[in-house]
């Protein structure tokens, strides 16, 4: 029995209540997984009595919010069955949904329904939201890879120039080093020649 045949039975608050219970049942919810400091995500269909890592109906899918942008491999149809059957999801789960156009998909269909549109119309603007959102994904992870290799190369010329430094560095201690040595050298062979003139002259 729908809300509004007991709403058209006068029925009351109680009974309002269990049905809406009963209709909120099920729970799309985030099921953890991954060693600590490294966790991912199984999206699940569960009971909403069951405990968040326990017992659970379907799984929809996996988030793994540890890669940029963060992975979401998701089931879409199963997904949008079980919104348009009534299960409820937690926050995470419904920013999840979203993102990947499960509500959009619900929303078209619902205009389909009240005659707004066609399918045919329907599914146009819903590919054409995808094609728009895969463009910016797909912008975004080329500017990932830009900077990352933008950043690699600030880093190997940073080194570069520490490298060059400390080469020249070494090669001044060096030339230093060998210019006392001849200096030295050239000392001792004055000094020498002195004392041979001496013994010449005695």
Request: aromatic share 4%; no cysteine; hydrophobic share 40%.
């Given at each position: 029995m729908s809300v509004f045949e007991l709403l058209?039975?006068?029925?009351?608050?109680?009974?309002?209540?269990?049905?809406?219970?009963?209709?909120?049942?099920?729970?799309?919810?985030?099921?953890?997984?991954?060693?600590?400091g490294y966790a991912?995500?199984?999206?699940?269909?569960?009971?909403?009595?069951?405990?968040r890592d326990g017992k659970f109906i379907e799984k929809l899918g996996t988030y793994n919010p540890n890669t940029n942008p963060a992975t979401i491999d998701l089931n879409f149809e199963q997904a949008l069955k079980w919104v348009l059957s009534g299960a409820q999801p937690t926050d995470t789960a419904r920013n999840i949904l979203s993102d990947k156009g499960v509500y959009l998909k619900?929303?078209?269909?619902?205009g389909v329904a009240k005659g707004a549109f066609s399918e045919a119309v329907a599914d146009q603007k819903f590919n054409e939201w995808l094609n728009a959102k895969?463009?910016?994904?797909?912008?975004?992870?080329?500017?990932?890879?830009?900077?990352?290799?933008?950043?690699a190369k600030t880093r190997l010329d940073a080194e570069q120039a520490v490298n060059k430094a400390k080469a020249e560095a070494v090669a001044k201690k060096k030339a230093e080093a060998l210019a006392a040595k001849q200096e030295a050298e050239a000392?001792?062979?004055?000094?020498a020649a002195a004392e041979n003139s001496e013994d010449a002259q005695g």
């Open positions: 058209k039975k006068n029925a009351t608050f109680a009974q309002l209540k269990i049905l809406n219970h009963q209709k909120m049942a099920t729970k799309i919810r985030l099921q953890r997984h991954g060693r600590k991912f995500y199984h999206i699940v269909v569960a009971d909403s009595r069951a405990p619900k929303h078209l269909l619902g895969n463009s910016k994904l797909e912008a975004v992870k080329n500017k990932l890879v830009a900077d990352k290799a933008a950043n000392a001792a062979k004055a000094e």
